[in-house]
């Protein structure tokens, strides 16, 4: 799925899954993913998990870009663990 959102031509693709287009202040992320064709909003932190400084789980190959990380961390969220969705 991420793959398929980075690769795509149109950048508003990623855009529309999240609600803010910047981060917020607050530490507050609404990300929107679709559950068996169904628009499901998830609310988490802004926290990622790292180590030695980078992303523990999903990375992108541009320095500083994070979108990959907060869906699959909603992702995660929706499934109740990274561990729930090691395999995909």
């Known amino acids: 799925m991420l793959g398929a959102a980075a690769?795509?031509?149109?950048?508003?693709?990623?855009?529309?899954?999240?609600?803010?287009?910047?981060?917020?202040?607050?530490?507050?992320?609404?990300?929107?993913?679709?559950?068996?064709?169904?628009?499901?909003?998830?609310?988490?932190?802004?926290?990622?998990?790292?180590?030695?400084n980078k992303p523990s789980f999903v990375h992108s190959a541009e320095e500083g870009e994070v979108w990959p990380c907060f869906i699959e961390k909603a992702w995660a969220k929706l499934h109740g663990s990274y561990a729930r969705i090691e395999s995909g």
């Open 7 to 52: 690769n795509h031509k149109d950048p508003k693709v990623i855009h529309n899954l999240f609600y803010d287009k910047e981060l917020s202040s607050v530490g507050a992320i609404l990300v929107s993913l679709r559950v068996n064709g169904i628009e499901t909003w998830i609310l988490m932190d802004d926290y990622l998990p790292t180590r030695y």
